[in-house]
């Protein structure tokens, strides 16, 4: 299989002006430590407030009016199709999360040795502000173990020709991350499910998608604790 030579980093984002900085600065510092052109482009989605005037100049950005997080994925990888090759990674994060500086290397390496997608774990910032008990109900629920089945958008990674191949993500609202895995899982695509380059994820009460991961929080705070076990 041909080694990877370039990356490309696709960040959606609507109204993330507060967070998107850091997720940019960690991206920076990822970016810098594997030896290969990355590309970061970030998708400015229905933005009304100031994400587009944080974006540094270093970074591609793309305007898009979808309010809709698939659809904004799809469009930043769409953009990036044109340059793209077999020996491309596409990696992708979520602007409210910020990647720890090994996040491509480990992209890469599972690449190296087969992968055509990785699927890696999220470590929540923190259950400042939930309900008693909300944080262990969440790591009762999560297994950040090498083989795990869990899916973010937050961090994940494919490479371009598979991606291509099972048709990128779809225009969903929520869930475009575990719609293209389990397309690559029927296609028979090999995935490393790993655990060695956690992205730390927002624990906001208030996402950005309907039923993303603010949403899955906010059940498990709901829960009685005959529910959780």
Request: net charge negative.
């Amino acid at each position: 299989m041909p080694v990877i030579t370039d990356v490309t980093v696709v960040v959606p984002a609507h109204d993330e002006g507060d967070l998107l900085p850091a997720c940019l600065e960690a991206l920076t510092v990822a970016a810098a430590a594997v030896a290969l052109p990355v590309e970061v482009i970030v998708v400015l989605d229905s933005c009304r407030d100031s994400s587009a005037s944080v974006v540094p100049p270093r970074f591609r950005t793309l305007r898009v009016e979808e309010r809709c997080v698939g659809a904004a994925r799809r469009a930043g990888f769409a953009a990036a199709s044109a340059g793209a090759s077999p020996t491309t990674w596409f990696a992708t994060t979520g602007a409210d999360s910020t990647v720890p500086p090994e996040w491509l290397v480990t992209h890469v390496a599972a690449a190296h040795d087969g992968a055509d997608a990785y699927v890696g774990t999220i470590t929540p910032d923190g259950f400042d502000g939930w309900p008693p008990g909300t944080g262990a109900r969440f790591a009762r629920n999560y297994e950040p173990r090498t083989g795990h089945r869990h899916i973010h958008g937050a961090n994940l990674g494919v490479r371009a020709d598979a991606y291509a191949a099972v048709g990128g993500f779809r225009t969903l609202s929520a869930h475009e991350d575990v719609d293209l895995v389990a397309r690559l899982e029927n296609a028979a695509r090999p995935i490393v499910w790993g655990a060695h380059a956690p992205v730390r994820t927002s624990t906001r009460r208030a996402g950005r998608a309907a039923e993303g991961f603010a949403a899955y929080l906010r059940g498990l705070a709901e829960r009685t604790p005959e529910e959780t076990g």
